[in-house]
């Protein structure tokens, strides 16, 4: 069948769709505008709309993650729930009370870092061996790197309470030997003694004796100072 010379199959689609495409096309799109907007138009009109669809981006992720308000009945409800968190904290941060030393006593610090003798005496080389090496190696003296272990004797009233070989530190056996100890003593006179030795010598390298008088609580610490030798601090 046909009207005016067309196939009414291909009349009656268009008739039907044709007004409803129209009008998607003229309210979503805007077809309208294309015949009577410029170029300067278009172009305004485009980016006020991409202006408005980030907006409405922003919008939405703030809505996203808005907060949600808190209520008298929500902070009662989270009171409620943190309370006995914090009672056991604050319980255990005072109670059972703890006493590090006895009452009426005192404390003796031992803490030394001490260089130990060399294992292979220095040697003085002459004008030819220097000659002979490079001129960043020509010194006076050849020394080895390598040391020997510091020992430690400590005694209290008379009485030996420590006695330590340390090795020295350093992969080459280069460094200090080092030492720390404490002890708890009553309060009132004492008397002490230090003695480092070098190696497993029986000659100490350096002697330390004094009486002193400690009171309740106090501490004190026996260092080794290059200068001074063994200070009391």
């Known amino acids: 069948m046909e ?36 170029d300067e138009q278009k172009e305004l009109q485009r980016k006020s709309r991409a202006l408005e669809s980030a907006l409405n981006i922003e919008t939405a992720k703030s809505a996203r993650y808005k907060k949600a308000k808190l209520t008298p009945a929500k902070i009662a ?3 409620m729930l943190y309370a006995p968190f914090l009672l056991f904290i604050g319980y ?20 030394f870092t001490l260089l130990g003798e060399r294992k292979i005496p220095c040697t003085v080389r002459d004008a030819g061996e220097q000659s002979d090496l490079k001129p960043n190696m020509r010194t ?43 002890f708890i ?6 008397e002490l003694a230090v003695s480092i030795f070098n190696n497993d010598e029986t000659i ?28 009391i601090h």
């Open 92 to 111: 255990f941060s005072s109670y059972p009370s703890y006493q590090y030393a006895p009452e009426n006593s005192a404390q003796i610090k031992l803490s």
């Open 204 to 231: 100490p390298l350096e002697s330390f004796a004094r009486t002193i008088t400690l009171s309740s609580g106090q501490a004190i610490a026996l260092t080794h100072d290059t200068t001074e030798g063994i200070v």
């Open 3 to 38: 009207m005016a010379g067309i196939n009414i199959f291909y009349i009656v689609p268009i008739m039907v769709f044709g007004p409803v495409v129209f009008f998607v096309l003229f309210k979503a799109i805007g077809i309208q505008t294309l015949f009577t907007l410029n």
């Open 185 to 190: 003593v009553p309060a009132g006179n004492h």
């Open 140 to 182: 006076a003296k050849n020394c080895s790197r390598e040391r020997n272990p510091v020992r430690v004797v400590f005694s209290l009233d008379g009485k030996e309470v420590f006695n330590h070989s340390a090795d020295p530190a350093g992969l080459r056996d280069d460094g200090p030997s080092s030492f720390y100890q404490t």
């Open 77 to 79: 409800a989270q009171a």
